[in-house]
C-alpha cells in the first residue's frame, strides 16, 4: 500500500505559478506510474499529468505548455509545477498512484492510490 500527502495548493491570481508537491510512503517498488487529477464540484476526476519511472510523461491538452510533472528518482515525491494559470484551472488536485497495472494513461480507473487532495483556486 502507498500512503500519499498533497501540498502547496493555495490561491493565486490568473497568469500566476503554484508548484504542487505529493509525499510518497509505504511499499512504492511496484509504481508504474503517477500522476496528477483534479476535480471540481459535480463533475468526473479529469485527468491532468502523468509519468513513467523513466520519465516519459503525458499531459491534458488543457494544460499543455504551461504545467510540467516530475518525480524524484525513487518515486518517494511527485510534483506538478503549475505556469499560466487560469481560472479554469480551480479545482481540488489529487495526486494518484498506479502499482496493478502496466497502462500509462490518464484516467482514474487505472489509478489504486490516492491522496486527499489539494485545493487550487485561480482568480480572475
Known amino acids: 500500500q502507498v500512503q500519499l500527502v498533497e501540498s502547496g495548493g493555495g490561491s493565486v491570481q490568473a497568469g500566476g505559478s503554484l508548484r504542487l508537491s505529493c509525499a510518497v510512503s509505504?511499499?512504492?517498488?511496484?509504481?508504474?506510474?503517477m500522476g496528477w487529477f483534479r476535480q471540481v464540484p459535480g463533475k468526473e476526476r479529469e485527468g491532468v499529468a502523468t509519468i513513467l519511472a523513466g520519465g516519459s510523461s503525458r499531459y491534458a491538452d488543457s494544460v499543455k505548455g504551461r504545467f510540467t510533472i516530475s518525480k524524484d528518482s525513487r518515486w518517494n515525491a511527485l510534483y506538478l509545477q503549475m505556469n499560466s494559470l487560469k481560472p479554469e484551472d480551480t479545482a481540488m488536485y489529487y495526486c494518484?498512484?498506479?502499482?496493478?497495472?502496466?497502462?500509462?494513461?490518464?484516467?482514474?480507473?487505472?489509478?489504486?492510490?490516492w491522496g486527499q487532495g489539494t485545493q487550487v483556486t485561480v482568480s480572475s
Open positions: 494518484a498512484a498506479n502499482t496493478r497495472r502496466t497502462l500509462f494513461r490518464l484516467l482514474a480507473e487505472d489509478y489504486d492510490s
Open positions: 509505504g511499499d512504492n517498488d511496484r509504481t508504474f506510474s
